[in-house]
Antibody, heavy 117, light 111 residues
Framework: EVQLLESGGGLVQPGGSLRLSCAAS????????MSWVRQAPGKGLEWVST????????YYADSVKGRFTISRDNSKNTLYLQMNNLRTEGTAVYYC??????????WGQGTLVTVSS | QSALTQPRSVSGSPGQSVTISCTGT?????????VSWYQQHPGKAPKLMIY???KRPSGVPDRFTGSKSGNTASLTISGLQAEDEADYYC???????????FGGGTKLTVL
């Protein structure tokens, strides 16, 4: 059974930093591009970032480029999202998702990030 | 404002069919056969329903059908059931620069 378990969410002040993690199991992690997708309260889905299976290619939404960094450790089957200089509009549930532009096959349950003073 | 345009809401009675449209541009929907659709129930994670415009993952009922014409993709749900009531999002690959775009979502109400 495929499982994606996010962690690391919480309350952070504007301008602060947070690192999200996503532990994967049940599939060949290193063969899968992985992504982060977020959803602000009461709003729609927004793609944030994608990393290729081996980690050699990364992609970012313009809204987070230069502030967020996606990475992965295939030896630990874990995906990360380092978020710096957070803004209030970054308040959202952040989902870890298996896949990329061709389709997000697997989804975690999400972790809530609240950016507020 | 989302990159892909979806109707805010659609509705239908049990047993009927509904179609949700998703309009983009030649840089996303119209340029690639990489449109996917997601179902999201309240408080739950999204679920992949359609990928590559019209392919269904294992376990998704064949009542769900995807198609595309030009810059507009569509999701048709036939034989509506109460459990189909949810939010639906379209998504498209948009090239190596923009990469991925989502629609704003459509709330499906089963009357």
């Amino acid at each position: 059974e495929v499982q994606l378990l996010e962690s690391g969410g919480g309350l952070v002040q504007p301008g602060g930093s947070l690192r999200l993690s996503c532990a994967a199991s049940g599939f060949t992690f290193s063969s899968y591009a992985m992504s982060w997708v977020r959803q602000a309260p009461g709003k729609g889905l927004e793609w944030v970032s994608t990393i290729s299976g081996r980690g050699g290619s990364t992609y970012y939404a313009d809204s987070v480029k230069g502030r967020f960094t996606i990475s992965r450790d295939n030896s630990k089957n874990t995906l990360y999202l380092q978020m710096n200089n957070l803004r209030t509009e970054g308040t959202a549930v952040y989902y870890c998702a298996g896949g990329a532009g061709t389709g997000f096959d697997y989804w975690g349950q999400g972790t809530l990030v609240t950016v507020s003073s | 404002q989302s990159a892909l345009t979806q109707p805010r809401s659609v509705s239908g009675s049990p047993g009927q069919s509904v179609t949700i449209s998703c309009t983009g541009t030649s840089s996303d929907v119209g340029g690639y056969n990489y449109v996917s659709w997601y179902q999201q129930h309240p408080g739950k994670a999204p679920k992949l329903m359609i990928y590559d415009v019209s392919k269904r993952p294992s376990g998704v009922p064949d009542r769900f059908t995807g198609s595309k014409s030009g810059n507009t993709a569509s999701l048709t749900i036939s034989g509506l059931q109460a459990e189909d009531e949810a939010d639906y999002y379209c998504c498209s690959y948009a090239g190596s620069s923009t990469f991925v775009v989502f629609g704003g979502g459509t709330k499906l109400t089963v009357l």
